[in-house]
């Protein structure tokens, strides 16, 4: 069980296109999801909180309107990374929080921007 | 802000323990966590302890908290060559993001 999901796991764009990242929650409801961003050979760092119904909560330093999410349902959040540049080339990966104290992570999107 | 920290590299032999010690700031941390992420993959929850707790064991993993301390560690046992990856120590006070520290990369001769 607590399964999450990540489509696309890999996509190359060209800069200023727009590329959407899917995260879903396979077999429980997510009250709660989170999109993580990982640099090569670095940690995770916390760009945005998303709860099902309402507006994520961005990071300090975190462009809202160049990272959109949407947490549409209780099992899917989306991450649109607009007018990308190489500079958002990076790997992407979110979690889902079924409650308190659990956190669940997707497989990652490797995101390569030309 | 809060801060997990971690060493970088660890390198064992097979068969031998390994030891990943993780210190932490934030002493409202409620939820101490040990993931482990394979090249190009996503994060798998390896286990997970209380503030509570001072010790748990599941199979080939032993996790130790020294609340004063505010360490921790990760111990696996007969570490085999399936064990090599970056093992990331993060820390939660509940429903809230977790912060990672920046991971120990576990390599494991064989």
Known sequence: GAVVSQHPSWVICKSGTSVKIECRSLDFQATTMFWYRQFPKQSLMLMATSNEGSKATYEQGVEKDKFLINHASLTLSTLTVTSAHPEDSSFYICSASPGVNEQFFGPGTRLTVL | ?110
């Open chain 2, 1 to 110: 802000g809060e801060d997990v920290e971690q060493s970088l590299f660890l390198s064992v032999r097979e068969g031998d323990s390994s030891v990943i010690n993780c210190t932490y700031t934030d002493s409202s941390s409620t939820y101490l966590y040990w993931y482990k992420q394979e090249p190009g993959a996503g994060l798998q929850l390896l286990t997970y302890i209380f503030s509570n707790m001072d010790m748990k064991q599941d199979q080939r993993l032993t996790v130790l908290l020294n609340k004063k301390d505010k360490h921790l560690s990760l111990r696996i046992a007969d570490t085999q060559t399936g064990d090599s990856a970056i093992y990331f120590c993060a820390e939660s006070g509940g429903n809230t993001p977790l912060v990672f520290g920046k991971g120990t990369r576990l390599s494991v001769i064989a």
